[in-house]
């Protein structure tokens, strides 16, 4: 009897057979190292066991083959993943410098806060692949370059924090995404969270159910085509020698008028994923941590098609202030290292505000396109009215719509809070039908928080 974990199980075993044929392979390569390190042999990389030929439809082959990693690539792969799947191997390395009372210089590594076993660094992967030769330390560097696929796909880097450190002393970091992706197959979507502070958004809604003028339609097009064809306009076409990749645009205008839903659509068409920032929690008043908090949402994005969807954008967007304080300059020096990261970043980044003006000029002048969002017109709201309602039958005969849409300036965001309103008071009261009254009540109430009344 088959039950639907086996596929899931099937593809797992190429995945783990290869990591594991990998692994075996790192530890065969670390135990002749040490041995010509402490026999001072001559041999060098060189010696060291041929890399194992692995299952094609592995995960890890394909990115090996993917990037084109040689030997030496693999093998700082394998040295990353060591501690996630297998920290025994790494254990030889805790061997003390008996002449100074202390572990050994060349080997690197680091002891973690809770994790008992042994954490490379950058200088454990020279050990293993360059020992004493300065030539192959050298070569070793390239692979933490932020261009080399290591970097540009997030599979993994040094951490460095400490800015007077070495740079081979870094912990050698393999990203989350990378090894879900190495152990199942599967690139791993981030989840919100205090080190990754923005969303993955999602919508059950279409085209259809975005109710917008024609000529905002028109300008969303042509971000539709950038996404599609962004790469070969770029390459093919020969726009890379005189235009920056990526592309950048600003949703203005009324609040729930479809900013939000239209950026979700355009990465649904795309099959991409939309992001959405969450500004609280990448603004900090401590100095230094809102351009690390950013940092660490691009340097993800970097490596995927993600849409970065910024909204309420003028609470971190926000115009210059004269630097005659402290605080100014720190403020001035954010808002130039995002104009820097957005110019930068690969992808579609998408900026909503409810005020263009209060956005900085420095970044109007970098949009590809400024799309203004107006408050629907009567015609466009009895669409609205009429979309919202997958179920018209359950409108009480005194419901006029028609009425209602001419009569009530509402965006579209407003209308479904009337509309889930009216509903919960016709449940309350046990009845199936919605009536003229119930929506009343909630236009009452949408309209007080523009201080406006029906």
Same mark, same amino acid.
């Not at 010696?47 to 194992?52: F, G, L, N």
């Given at each position: ?17 290869a990591l ?28 060291a ?9 592995s ?12 030997a ?20 030889l390395l ?13 080997f ?5 806060q ?9 200088e ?5 692949l ?11 560097l ?7 696929p290591?970097?540009? !796909?997030g599979i993994l *880097? #040094?951490?460095?924090? %400490?800015? /007077?450190?070495?740079? $081979?002393?870094? =912990? ?9 992706r ?12 205090? !080190?990754?502070?923005? *969303? #993955?958004?999602?919508? %059950?809604? /279409?085209?259809?159910? $975005?109710?917008? =003028? ?14 599609r ?11 890379? *020698? ?12 009324p ?15 795309a ?16 100095i ?39 605080n ?36 109007s ?15 466009q709201r009895?669409?609205?009215w ?8 359950r ?5 006029d ?30 009845r199936?039908?919605?009536?003229a ?8 109430k949408?309209?007080?928080?523009e201080?406006?009344?029906v």
């Amino acid at each position: 009897m088959s039950n639907g974990a086996e596929p899931f199980a099937i593809a797992s075993s190429v995945h783990n057979q290869a990591l594991a044929l990998e692994l075996d392979w790192l530890a065969a390569v670390l135990q002749l190292r040490l041995e010509q390190h402490f026999q001072q042999h001559a041999e060098g990389f060189e010696a060291a066991p041929a890399p194992p030929e692995l299952p094609a439809d592995s995960a890890l082959a394909c990115i090996i083959c993917e990037h084109g990693l040689d030997a030496a690539e693999r093998l700082v792969l394998a040295l990353a993943l060591a501690p996630h799947l297998r920290p025994e191997v790494l254990d030889l390395l805790f061997v003390r410098n008996q002449n100074l009372d202390r572990g050994f210089t060349e080997f690197g590594g680091w002891k973690g806060q809770r994790h008992g076993g042994f954490l490379p660094t950058g200088e454990t992967a020279a050990f293993l692949l360059a020992g004493a030769d300065l030539t192959r330390r050298i070569a070793l560097l390239a692979q933490f370059d932020p261009q080399h696929p290591f970097g540009r !796909r997030g599979i993994l *880097k #040094l951490d460095a924090d %400490a800015d /007077a450190e070495p740079q $081979l002393a870094g =912990a050698l970091q393999l990203s989350a995404e990378a090894l879900q992706r190495l152990s199942t197959g599967v690139w791993h979507k981030p989840d919100y969270n205090a !080190r990754f502070p923005a *969303k #993955l958004i999602t919508t %059950a809604l /279409a085209w259809d159910d $975005l109710v917008l =003028a024609p000529d905002v339609f028109e300008e969303i097009d042509a971000i539709q085509v950038w996404l599609r064809h962004g790469p070969a306009l770029m390459h093919e076409w020969g726009l890379a *020698k005189s235009v920056k990749p990526g592309y950048r645009s600003l949703f203005y205008g009324p609040p729930g008028t479809g900013k939000t839903l239209t950026a979700t659509l355009l990465g649904k068409a795309a099959n991409v994923d939309v992001y959405r920032i969450d500004l609280s929690m990448i603004v900090s008043k401590y100095i230094g941590e809102t351009e690390k908090n950013l940092a660490r949402v691009f340097d993800q994005a970097q490596s995927r098609e993600w849409v970065l969807f910024f909204d309420e954008a003028d609470a971190l967007f926000g115009k210059r202030a004269s630097a005659s304080s402290s605080n100014d300059r720190h403020s001035n020096q954010e808002i130039a290292y995002l104009l820097q990261r957005i110019e930068d970043f690969p992808g579609v980044v998408i900026l909503a505000t409810n005020l263009r003006a209060n956005i900085d000029e420095a970044f109007s002048r970098r949009f590809q396109s400024m799309i203004y969002f107006p408050m629907p017109d009567a015609e466009q709201r009895l669409r609205l009215w009429r979309g919202m309602l997958a179920q018209p039958g359950r409108l009480a005969p005194d419901v006029d719509l028609e009425t209602l849409a001419e009569r009530y300036e509402l965006a579209g965001g407003a209308i479904v809070n009337v509309l889930r309103y009216a509903a919960i008071q016709a449940r309350r009261q046990n009845r199936e039908h919605i009536s003229a009254s119930d929506l009343r009540q909630g236009l009452a109430k949408e309209l007080r928080k523009e201080g406006k009344t029906v």
